[in-house]
């Protein structure tokens, strides 16, 4: 089963605050996705990366950034985080693009 | 646009019986389809996935239909059980693309 970690489950923070999500996979997957989640709706890809060194920004704007320093990690960061980013943000990976995504327990997302 | 469609938010069954969930989706460059199962408070997990050269993909009590020419997929789950009460996702991807589109999801309730 797959192995994907993300960090915290819950974070409640005031406006303007600078923080990271974490998230972390042991299986040695090249491919790891960020999605955001509001309730009752779909999932929308924010950042994606195929490899260390590379990432790119999904189909719904985010004014969020993603780095891929390792392949296991791929933490997403908000500098100013303001009270429309409230969500849940889920990450997940996959060994290669035909293969499915296995996702993270997500982070919930409360900014004040 | 939402290229990905369910447009049933909520679905009761009673326990033993049949489970119908269904999906519509736009873009006819979609090849490969899949259904994630998500329970509160935890990541999506993938359930089972059809490609577009086939008709009906089964996996124990789950089995997915694909009628290409409608546009439309479903997820049968036969018997439904207590535990089979979550949020399912229905998810697409484009032929040479590796992202997913999913649609806003779900929520079956299996009633004992």
């Known amino acids: 089963e797959a192995d994907i970690y993300q960090t915290p489950r819950y974070l409640v923070i005031g406006t303007g605050k600078k923080i990271t999500l974490e998230c972390s996979q042991t299986?040695?997957?090249?491919?790891m996705y960020w999605y955001q989640q509001d309730p009752g709706m779909e999932l929308h890809l924010i950042h994606y990366?195929?490899?260390?060194?590379?990432?790119e920004k999904g189909d719904l704007s985010s004014e969020s950034t993603v780095s891929r320093i390792r392949t296991e990690h791929f933490p997403l960061t908000l500098e100013s985080a303001r009270p429309s980013h409230t969500s849940q943000y889920l990450c997940?990976?996959?060994?290669?693009?035909?293969?499915?995504?296995?996702f993270g327990n997500g982070t919930r997302l409360t900014v004040t | 646009d939402q290229q990905v469609k369910q447009n049933s938010p909520s679905l009761s069954v009673q326990e033993g019986r049949i489970s119908i969930l269904n999906c519509d989706y736009t873009n006819s460059m979609f090849d490969y389809f899949l259904w994630y199962k998500k329970y509160p408070a935890e990541g999506p997990t993938f359930l089972i996935s059809?490609?577009?050269?086939?008709d009906k993909n089964e996996d124990g009590r789950f089995t997915v239909f694909l009628n290409k020419s409608a546009k439309h997929l479903s997820l049968h789950i036969v018997p439904s059980q207590p535990g089979d009460s979550a949020v399912y996702f229905c998810a697409a991807r484009r032929k040479g693309a590796q992202k997913l589109v999913f649609g806003q999801g779900t929520r079956l309730t299996i009633n004992p």
């Open positions: 997940a990976s996959s060994a290669t693009g035909d293969s499915p995504l296995h």
């Open positions: 990366s195929y490899g260390v060194n590379s990432t």
């Open positions: 299986m040695g997957h090249d491919k």
């Open positions: 059809i490609s577009s050269i086939k």
